[in-house]
């Protein structure tokens, strides 16, 4: 396998401790998926809106990964930067807000997640039209589908694409949605 600069800066520095240990669990990774093992990989805590979507859509579409296991959040929140990146609002003082100041995010209809603020309209209510129509439609025809299996219908129809404010590629769920992957989301309720 040909090594990127990234692998042979790791290979050459990451030695030793923890880093070693890294190493290790790369390499055992490799060997895994050379012979023709599948991977699951598990989200939890605010990983979209922390743009793990920048290196995971891409282990997507490399067939690195075969099913994930996640939290509602990570489904939606993937789809919100997708289509209100421009909007969010950073916080990086975020530890030592005030109830008063974490009230006025609130009024300004920023939902705080750690240091990122998700504006309410650009975000939530671009998607919540769109999914609605999904819902409705299959209650009507009597269908059920996965949390993962709705996302997916809206993301191939291509009706978010008017609002994409990132570069598509680094969208974790565009990638799924084009791969087809399978998402186990536990407790969608309670995301």
Known sequence: ?????????????YLHFNAAAMMDAAKAYEVHLAEGGKMMITLAGAMS??????????????DKVQIISCTGANLEEDLMNLVAHSHYKRVPNYRDLTPKEEWDLLEKGLNRVTDTCIPEEEAFRRLQKHIYELWKDADTKGERYFPHEYMYKMILSG??????EIDPKNSWMIA????????????????
Not at 176 to 191: F, H, R, T
């Open 1 to 13: 396998m040909t090594r990127g600069p990234i692998s042979k800066f790791m290979e050459k520095h």
């Open 49 to 62: 809106t922390g743009e793990l979507g920048i290196s995971l859509a891409e282990m997507i579409r490399n």
């Open 159 to 164: 009706v978010l694409e008017q609002y994409y």
């Open 176 to 191: 799924a949605a084009e791969k087809n992957l399978p998402i186990i989301v536990p407790g969608w309720e309670d995301s």
